[in-house]
């Protein structure tokens, strides 16, 4: 099942963390990243820039990678022109490798899901904002929806990517829910996509073909 040139021991390392080993977690992984997800098929990057520009984003707005990690959000989006690029992670061995892509106008250590200390620089700042696999197993809980919308400016776009199971799994769906209802965004669409394409279909560890979703919600 394993198509890539790296061992099932190595594919293994990508599970299996939680909120307190995440930081350590990456900075371990962040040297081999790009091309273990490269070779499992993980188009979730440009997924979040397709949509960026298909919202007619101006090329000089201001931008939010949420997560960033090594920058892949940041290479498809400048890749598509995009010059005003903020990109946050909480792991700095990450942070350094997004510097390399020559991408991002800002990278800051960041830890995200915590709204009340949110730093007031990221504040009704930005037009768009990215958040590419952050959803995901052992990250991040549903604060960070609060989070998009202090980042946001009035009109701005939350894009993300997450499985569809992660809805009710970490209660993601009763929060996006709760801030339509107390109109702080309202829905503008929802795209289908398949995650890790290029294994067969039983998989290694995590990484089997599984069908994930990119949203859009404008803040209000």
């Known amino acids: 099942n394993n198509s890539t040139n790296l061992t099932d021991e190595e594919l293994e390392k990508y599970h299996g963390f939680t909120q307190d080993t995440i930081k350590d977690h990456y900075d371990d992984l962040s040297k081999n990243y790009d091309s273990v997800l490269t070779q499992v098929g993980y188009p979730d990057p440009e997924k979040c820039a397709e949509v960026v520009e298909s ?3 101006a090329k000089d707005a201001e931008i939010f990678d949420m997560g960033c990690g090594t920058g892949l959000v940041g290479l498809k989006l400048k890749e598509k022109g995009y010059t005003s690029i903020v990109g946050v992670d909480a792991s700095p061995n990450m942070i350094e490798e997004a510097k390399t892509k020559d991408s991002y106008a800002e990278l800051e250590e960041l ?14 700042r930005f037009t768009a904002i990215t958040a590419a696999g952050i959803l995901a197993e052992g990250h991040l809980d549903n604060k960070v929806f609060d989070e998009m919308v202090l980042a946001l400016k009035q009109g701005g776009f939350a894009i993300f990517t997450t499985r569809e199971e992660y809805l009710t799994k970490y209660n993601y769906q009763v929060k996006i829910d709760s801030l339509l209802e107390e109109d702080k965004w309202e829905f503008v669409k929802k795209e289908e996509f398949l995650r890790y394409n ?11 073909p599984t069908t994930v979703l990119a949203f859009c919600y404008k803040k209000l």
Not at 111 to 124: A, N, S, V, W
């Open 198 to 208: 290029a294994m067969k279909e039983g998989g290694v560890g995590r990484f089997k």
């Open 55 to 57: 919202l007619e984003v």
């Open 111 to 124: 830890f995200l899901g915590t709204p009340e200390t949110f730093p007031e620089k990221f504040r009704e």
